[in-house]
């Protein structure tokens, strides 16, 4: 009888052991820190050949949505100094001539882009904040969606965007857009 509570006291400290170093493991696994400003990617042309990126905040990744879902939705409102530079710069998805604007043509041609239509809807798969090397006052935010546009005369396009927006000091100065049609 001693046997067996001999063996039955060395199977639950095994078993105790086994379970202790089970959550040890996992514990020292989760607590695994890594570097939130680590480089990757690399900028391929231009003035800045061979430059990398860091990830950005989520904050401008936040302030780039906030945009995209004021264009859509047509909050005027949003469109304020606490929320852009004085100017901004827009590369359309058709054509490859950047247009200058100030707050107040954004908004006019926010509207101009809506007249033809009843309402805009966007799905966003993804919010990718990256900054520059050669700039870290820079972030890029990156966002690929689809876009559903009702028109006025019933017909309905539907288009694939990424976007490319530009941030600095919490303020978004420029777009960049490209499409595919669906």
């Not at 989520?58 to 005027?76: E, H, I, R």
Request: some cysteine.
């Amino acid at each position: 009888m001693d046997k067996f509570v001999l063996n039955k006291t060395t199977i639950i400290m095994k078993k105790t052991f086994l379970l202790l170093s089970i959550i040890f493991f996992v514990a020292s696994c989760q607590n695994e820190v890594v570097e939130k400003n680590a480089a990757g990617g690399e900028i391929l042309m231009g003035n800045n050949k061979g430059n990398t990126y860091s990830f950005g905040s989520m904050d401008n990744a936040q302030q780039a949505l906030d945009f995209s879902a004021a264009f859509v939705n047509k909050d005027y409102s949003f469109f304020t100094t606490e929320n852009f530079n004085d100017s901004l710069f827009f590369y359309p998805e058709k054509g490859l001539e950047r247009i200058d604007l100030t707050i107040e043509s954004t908004i006019d041609l926010i509207k101009i882009m809506h007249e033809p239509y009843d309402s805009i809807r966007r799905n966003i798969y993804d919010v990718i904040p990256v900054v520059p090397s050669y700039d870290e006052e820079l972030t890029v935010v990156m966002f690929p969606f689809t876009e559903t546009r009702y028109k006025k005369d019933g017909t309905v396009e539907r288009y694939r965007f990424n976007e490319r927006h530009y941030i600095r000091g919490g303020k978004v100065y420029g777009v960049r857009k490209w499409s595919q049609e669906e």
